[in-house]
């Protein structure tokens, strides 16, 4: 089991940036893949972003695509969302979990991730 605790989220204006970082402890942290995920009021949890266990694979939900990019610091155990060009339909409260599959497929799903933060909320006005 690995423990994780994000960090960054905070109020943004449209068109801003905020980076997400979650902090990892516990197990080996360059044994899990890592994802992003978020949850807006009355909606379910859906998929982010995703990075292999190297770093040297990623994944993102299309409409973030060229907006956001997922990376990580296997030293500082730590996995980073850098968010620009923020939009209101981007507000959610944002969750990083750890994966230890190695299967790509199981990243785009909150089944294929075995541990996750509180997560971190993300308010992007208009």
């Known amino acids: 089991q690995v423990q994780l605790v994000e960090s960054g989220g905070g109020l943004v204006q449209a068109g801003g940036s905020l980076r997400l970082s979650c902090v990892a402890s516990?197990?080996?942290?360059?044994?899990?893949?890592m994802g992003w995920f978020r949850q807006a009021p009355g909606k379910e949890r859906e998929f982010v972003a995703a990075?292999?266990?190297?770093?040297?694979?990623?994944w993102y939900k299309d409409s973030v695509k060229g907006r956001f990019t997922i990376s990580r610091d296997n030293a500082k155990n730590t996995v980073y969302l850098q968010m620009n060009s923020l939009k209101p339909e981007d507000t959610a409260v944002y969750y990083c979990?750890?994966?230890?599959?190695?299967?790509?497929?199981?990243?785009?799903?909150?089944?294929?991730?075995?541990?996750w933060g509180q997560g971190t909320q993300v308010t992007v006005s208009s």
């Open positions: 979990g750890a994966s230890i599959t190695p299967d790509p497929g199981s990243y785009y799903y909150t089944e294929g991730y075995d541990d």
């Open positions: 516990g197990r080996t942290f360059s044994s899990y893949a």
């Open positions: 990075i292999t266990m190297s770093g040297s694979n990623t």
